[in-house]
């Protein structure tokens, strides 16, 4: 693959071109066949720059239990003590990203992983309620310069969701809203959300089926109506946060299905798709 190849440049529409923005959790990124990493790789050589944002929530909870360190949740963000944040950036920025790193390498394709602290990528503020949760951050600007001179050079950024501000000051950041910040920034339209589910189910005639596509207010509906309940509302939730800015939808796949994001990319009905309207 030639640096040529996956350069990137901004149309006359502000869009980076060639890139796609990918959001997966580190344990389900962890989970995924080889085929999947195989599907990055060959994007890679076609051409098209994966930009992949990871979170890392279980393995920062296992990791505060060994070492003793107590940990809870406010209006499901996590409390990010200084004490909590050095063991958050250890996970996200470390074992997971390097993790996520070597599997992509794996294939033969390249990777580089960082974390939103390198360069300033990701800078951050305190979140309206940081009284109560601590260092966690809202995404105030991603220097997407860095993305792109990362693809141009040939490889596949693999991000942390690890924010700064201009004191130096570290925050932590929900992996779906530093990933819809992403993508808003690079000027992408659409972003793809790995999981492993197979989209949005309801109910039809007694037989689950996969919505294909749905509104933010269909969501919030079918969440009061109980038709999506349990660990399902996290999952939407977290797309629905992806929607912002430039950010007109969000696709909800199975990472587990073959060529899930070629068949994305190539405009297969695959998954559920969240509109913003």
């Known amino acids: 693959m030639t640096q ?6 901004k149309s006359s529409t502000g869009k980076t071109a060639g890139a796609f923005v990918m959001k997966c959790g ?24 994966p930009v992949i944002v990871h979170g890392g929530g279980p393995a920062i909870s296992d990791n505060l239990a060994k070492l ?9 963000l996590r409390k ?26 794996g294939t033969g394709a390249r990777a580089i992983g960082l974390s939103g602290v390198d360069g300033g990528l990701i800078q951050a503020k305190p979140v309206s309620n940081s009284a109560e949760v601590g260092h966690v951050g809202d995404v105030t600007q991603v220097e ?7 693809v141009n050079l040939g490889y596949m950024p693999v991000i942390a969701p690890i924010g700064v501000d201009a004191a130096g000051q570290r925050y932590n950041i929900n992996a779906d809203t530093a990933a ?4 808003s920034h690079l000027g992408v339209d659409r972003m793809i959300v790995v999981t492993d589910v197979p989209g949005i189910m309801k109910n039809v005639d007694g037989v689950k089926k996969v919505l294909p596509s749905v509104t933010v207010q269909e969501i919030e509906d079918m969440i009061q109506s109980g038709e999506i309940y349990g660990g399902m509302i996290p999952k939407v939730r977290a797309a629905i946060q992806c929607i912002q800015g430039k950010v007109k939808e969000v696709v909800i796949v199975d990472g587990s299905e073959p060529k899930i994001l070629s068949r994305v990319l190539e405009g297969e009905v695959i998954g559920t798709r969240i509109v913003r309207m």
């Open 4 to 9: 040529a190849s996956t350069e990137l440049k």
């Open 180 to 183: 819809g910040a992403v993508a």
């Open 68 to 76: 003793g360190i107590e940990t809870e949740f406010v209006g499901g």
């Open 80 to 105: 990010t003590t200084e004490a909590v944040l050095d063991v958050v950036e250890m996970v996200l920025a470390g074992s997971i990203n390097k993790q996520i790193v070597r599997l992509i390498q």
């Open 26 to 49: 580190g344990s389900t990124l962890a989970a995924l066949p080889a085929s999947f990493f195989e599907d990055l790789r060959d994007l890679q050589a076609e051409g098209i720059a």
């Open 144 to 150: 997407s310069s860095i993305i792109e001179g990362i």
